[in-house]
């Protein structure tokens, strides 16, 4: 599994990691693969910087990237307007209903309320870039959109790549033509913010349309050594997995306890890879998410639309915060990709890894037998 970018990476295998999870992060990169740490969730950059620190004394000198999150169409930042005062009485009234039919307790009196994501406001994300910068990373990822060319530049300064999602061709020919340096073609299978186009026609259309200007990962639906040996035949450099790490053993995020699986992971162990569903109700922009009950009530007739960006997750945050408190299966609000169908056990990263190479390896050998 030898492609231009482990070598200019200087990995074992091209397999690049999206989690939100510094210890799951942490051990892609000591398996073989790098390990990129979503940023988006730590509205204090001081808490990136421990976590930062954290990841260079465990991940064995191995190399490591973040992802953050600026979307090229910014979304309104807190500074200047009052962003609660926007959200409308009658979507605070759904909510608070929909979770009492749901049956989720409100939280424990003295429990610190949640503040909601702020990482896609560029004056949080851009923290995260001079936080990030002063760690010895070896990426910068962005989603929703290209990073604006001041903080590609910085990177570039400091000799880090940069990637960017593209849901489409287009977004992929905007990314070059802004300086960046490698294209992750994502599907619409994929977990989180997604696009309309499968990735077994992006793949190839992105990598056809970029030429040699930049390198592409192929994300979307992959969770076995024969979807990475499929997407290297599209053509792509390596493989961008978000959704299958989320059951790994190193997995504890939104976990009350660190023994046995999550709610979180109880819901996706059981999930199908019919079971998700892409809607605006997780952030405001399209994204796709496991389908549960709460899901489900946002697409009863009575429910109203999503709110924009930033607006919606600000609505949604405490109801977040208590669906996680409740460890309820069926109401788990988690962004997960059609891959969940094949997320069946809980394991250890490097096993995950082993399986990948192993399933890789074979589905090479048997295409060999055909020719
Ligand atoms: C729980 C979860 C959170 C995600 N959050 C982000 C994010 O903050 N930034 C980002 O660039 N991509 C994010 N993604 C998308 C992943 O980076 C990746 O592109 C996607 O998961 C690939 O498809 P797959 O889910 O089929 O593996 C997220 C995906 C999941 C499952």
């Not at 979770?99 to 307790?105: I, N, R, S």
């Not at 939280?107 to 010895?136: F, K, M, P, Q, Y």
């Amino acid at each position: 599994m030898h492609t231009s970018l482990s070598e200019k990476f200087g990995i074992e295998y091209p397999v690049f990691g999206f989690t939100p999870s510094e210890h799951v992060a942490a051990a892609i990169s000591r398996a073989g693969g790098l390990g990129v740490l979503g940023c988006v969730r730590f509205n204090d950059p001081e808490e990136l910087e421990a976590v930062l620190s954290w990841m260079d004394e465990n991940t064995d000198g191995k190399p490591y990237g973040v992802d953050i999150v600026m979307p090229a169409k910014v979304p309104t930042e807190g500074t200047s307007v009052d962003l609660e005062s926007l959200i409308p009485a009658e979507h605070r009234a759904f909510v608070d209903r929909t979770l009492a039919e749901l049956g989720v307790p409100p939280l424990d009196s003295g429990a610190e309320h949640a503040t909601g994501v702020l990482g896609w406001l560029h004056s949080v994300a851009r923290s995260h870039v001079d936080v990030a910068l002063n760690h010895r990373i070896a990426l910068i990822a962005n989603a929703l959109g290209s990073p604006p060319k001041d903080v590609i530049d910085q990177a570039h300064e400091k000799g880090v790549p940069v990637a960017a999602l593209a849901g489409a061709v287009e977004h992929a020919r905007r990314h070059v033509a802004n300086g960046v340096d490698i294209v992750i073609a994502q599907g619409y299978e994929a977990g989180g913010h997604t696009g309309e186009i499968a990735s077994m026609v992006l793949i190839p259309e992105i990598v056809d349309a970029i030429g040699d200007s930049a390198a592409v990962l192929a994300a979307g639906g992959i969770g076995s050594g024969r979807q990475v040996a499929a997407a290297l035949s599209l053509g792509a450099a390596g493989v961008w997995m978000g959704s299958y790490w989320l059951t790994t053993s190193e997995y504890k995020l939104g976990s009350a306890s660190s023994e046995g699986p999550s709610a979180i992971q109880r819901a996706l162990l059981g999930a199908t890879s019919a079971d998700t569903v892409r809607s605006r109700i997780y952030s405001g922009k399209p994204a796709r998410l496991l389908k549960t009950k709460w899901t489900d009530a946002w697409s009863k007739p009575d429910a109203p639309a999503p709110l924009p960006m930033p607006l919606q997750n600000l609505l949604v945050s405490e109801a977040h915060q208590r669906i996680a408190a409740s460890e309820n299966p069926d109401v788990v609000a988690m962004p997960v990709g059609q891959i969940v169908g094949r997320m069946n056990e809980i394991r250890p990263v490097a096993e995950v890894m082993d399986e990948l190479v192993e399933g890789f390896d074979s589905a090479v050998s048997r295409l060999d037998t055909l020719r």
